[in-house]
């Protein structure tokens, strides 16, 4: 009996080990190939949201790394309360796509996708790929126009469609950074993205 409560307690703690580095971010974020590489599931979860919604795979990753650098529970800083007391968050942004809890509710409502997560990496790519393909709806933006359809991401769309980033020199500034890292993965990964599909039978 003994023996067997320590090999339960040493599988459940190999259990958190894995569920741990499984949510690392990857090593090297600068190199789609090497992101892909080191997450073994990644490129196939990206690539089933780029069929879904029509976004592109460096698009969708770039518009996630701006968001949360790839961390999977991301929040929003706290306020501080006479300067010291840590007070509420400044916003119920969370996960990987630093989604707010109604536009995530919204998301689950019209994608069908009801038991998604926000700190699960596939939810949170299939989630990029519906924003930026209702940007593409409601605010006419090409779905690889990285710069436009981050502004959006970041607005709102009806901030967009008012064109309310366009007082906001650091918005513009970050989204040409999301537009930057796009073209930097779309020069990237046709270098490994055919060993990255896999057989010409595969689903994905």
């Known amino acids: 009996m003994h023996i067997k409560t320590i090999l339960v307690g040493l599988l459940v703690i190999s259990g958190f080990l894995l569920g741990g580095c499984a949510n690392v971010p990857p090593a090297k974020p600068n190199n789609i190939c090497d992101i892909f590489d080191d997450k073994s599931d990644w490129y196939k979860y990206a690539r089933k949201s780029e069929k879904r919604w029509g976004s592109t795979i460096p698009v969708m990753m770039a518009i996630m790394y701006q968001e949360s650098q790839f961390v999977h529970n991301a929040r929003t800083k706290r306020t501080k309360i006479l300067w010291v007391i840590p007070g509420p968050r400044k916003s119920s942004a969370f996960g990987y796509a630093q989604v707010k809890n109604e536009t995530w509710y919204e998301y689950q409502k019209s994608s ?16 990029i790929g519906w924003y930026n393909a209702q940007s593409q709806k409601r605010s006419k933006i090409r779905l690889n126009d990285a710069y436009n359809l981050y502004l959006a991401y970041h607005e709102g769309h009806g901030g967009f469609n008012r064109g309310t980033y366009k007082k906001k020199t650091w918005l513009r500034n970050t989204a040409q950074q999301v537009a930057n890292r796009a073209a930097m993965y779309s020069r990237q990964l046709p270098q490994c993205e055919g060993r990255l599909k896999g057989p010409w039978w595969w689903p994905f």
């Open 112 to 127: 069908g996708n009801n038991w998604s997560r926000r700190d699960r990496y596939q939810d949170a790519v299939d989630f």
